[in-house]
């Protein structure tokens, strides 16, 4: 059964000069006001062609789509208004609608009430403000595939066979001379298969991480070893200073790209000559280049001619982190090297795209084969919180074999897996959700 909700209003387009406006109108009222202001009698399951009018007066020529409770994306009567994209106009018509009994939609309100009718579940939700904000392919088709349902069928999945096996506790326990006593043995088997599913999605958080926020890829080497310029022919145009002079890079710069439908983070980093320099400035950059060394996922290792002591201290500032060695400047020192280094010339562009590939498969290699969705952090702290109520059943089962003991930890592990569907939840739980959108969503 639907809410009986008042009636909104936004623009689902910025506004800002530009072909389409398009203004969205959800609640009991929509039909009611779009028949006030609009100039012929609108036509559901139809595309309605017509004119705004106020007291007479014609505002713009715009197209009405109208979709009727429940086959809206509310759920609820919803009108579309497709108008000219002038701030002017549609700033007009928004207050021409709110005088006919309408209000203003608040941040995610459409999406909001789309959850609260059950029209999607709060993972799906989530996967719309994710697609909003994907900036990347990638990111975007796995939002997409959770937007269609694929994380919300794990998880229920998961949450049916716990719901189950509670059942069958609870039943054991009210009608013990009907329903026999689930075995203790079946009980821990069941949540050791359950907490196996739980952390195969939780091992790849970092992955989901990593293609919603992007990979960080540091550029790291002596000074004047050409950082600068090859970050700039990465990012294709001249972000970052490139000069002659030692020590130009005092600061971490940061850009982003798009490669093969992934995120990088590009960070170029002053040189590092010497910790001991006396320049303030430059021994400040050099801490903000070791900062920039811990916090990225791939470095790429830049040298001229060959490796000295203060390449080696640089690389020890890298242990553990996946390196590419890069020799540089080609066109000018066409050396044969070791360390399986690829040649570059960021002038010529000589090895630039066999960089661009070696990168990438440093990527995939962090990125399972199968994985075609996401979880965010929300998400990623129910699934611990439903994992550790699991481990407790199986630790009360090392000294008791009560079974309504093991009942409430299942609860709570049923009970945290209904907060990412949505089927628990709270105000605050949707207010901190929802408060990220965008109005007119």
Known sequence: MENNFDTIVATATPIACSAVGIIRISGNRAYDIISTIFSHKIKPKMINYGYIIDNGNKIDEVIVLPFVAPHSYTGEDVIEIQTHGSPAVINTIIELILS????????????????????????????????????????????????????????????NNLIELYSKIIASIDFPEDVAEVDTKTIVSICNDKILEINKILDNTKSHDFIRDGFNVCLIGKPNVGKSSLFNTLLNYSRAIVTPIEGTTRDTIKETINLNGYLINFVDTAGIRDKNVADLVEKIGIDNSIEAIKTSN???????????????????????????????????????????????????????????????????????????????????????????????????????????????????????LGEITGEVFTDTILDDIFSNFCIGK
């Open 100 to 159: 006919k009994g309408a209000r203003m939609a608040q941040r995610g309100e459409f999406t909001k009430r789309a959850f609260l009718n059950h029209r999607i579940d709060l993972s799906q939700a989530e996967a719309v403000i994710d697609i909003i904000n994907s900036k990347s392919q990638k990111s975007a088709q796995n939002a997409l595939s959770n937007l269609e349902g694929y994380l919300k069928n794990k998880i229920l999945n998961l949450k």
């Open 298 to 416: 791939i470095v790429l290792f830049l040298f001229e001619n060959s490796i000295n002591e203060i390449d080696e201290n640089l690389l020890k500032c890298a242990e553990g982190k996946e390196k590419i060695f890069i020799q540089t400047k080609y066109d000018i020192n066409k050396l044969n090297i070791s360390n399986n280094a690829i040649q570059i010339s960021s002038i010529t562009g000589y090895g630039i795209e066999i960089l661009k590939e070696k990168i990438f498969e440093i990527i995939k290699s962090f990125i399972p084969d199968d994985m075609g969705y996401t979880t965010n952090k929300r998400q990623q702290a129910c699934l611990i919180n439903a994992k550790l109520a699991l481990e407790n059943v199986i630790n009360t089962s090392n000294f008791t074999d009560e079974p309504d003991l093991y009942a409430m930890d299942l609860k709570s592990s049923i009970l945290a």
